[in-house]
């Protein structure tokens, strides 16, 4: 059985940074797609970054530059208050991210509980 779990939420400042971490028990493929979402309430949920065992990388537009992911972590800079969501760890075993990585949530297998950010002004 695999179990996703994250770590590292919290409330900052505009400006400020967090990192966001992605626990993985249980899993035995090596080959992987990896991925964070976040949530707004009554919004959909939707793609943040991803990456896989062979380290293809994808990120959303507006996360670029600021955010970078590494497997089993999300490290977010110069946060903004409309980053504040509750973020999820996705994990799709025995799969490499596709291009549809930040859009397909019905892709992955497994989901984290998620964890809050709050980013204020």
């Known amino acids: 059985q695999v179990n996703v779990v994250e770590s590292g939420g919290g409330s900052v400042q505009s400006g400020g940074s967090l990192r966001l971490s992605c626990t993985v028990s249980?899993?035995?493929?090596?080959?992987?797609?990896m991925a964070w979402y976040r949530q707004i309430p009554g919004k959909k949920r939707e793609g943040v970054a991803s990456?896989?065992?062979?380290?293809n990388i994808q990120y959303a537009h507006d996360v670029q530059g600021r955010f970078t992911i590494a497997s089993g972590f999300l490290e977010m800079h110069t946060l903004k208050p409309e980053d504040t969501a509750v973020y999820y760890c996705?994990?799709?075993?025995?799969?490499?991210?596709?291009?549809?990585?930040?859009?397909?949530?019905?892709?992955?297998?497994?989901w984290g509980q998620g964890v809050q950010v709050t980013v204020s002004s």
């Open positions: 249980g899993a035995t493929q090596s080959t992987y797609c």
């Open positions: 990456i896989d065992n062979k380290a």
């Open positions: 996705a994990y799709d075993p025995g799969y490499w991210c596709t291009s549809n990585a930040l859009t397909r949530t019905e892709d992955y297998t497994y």
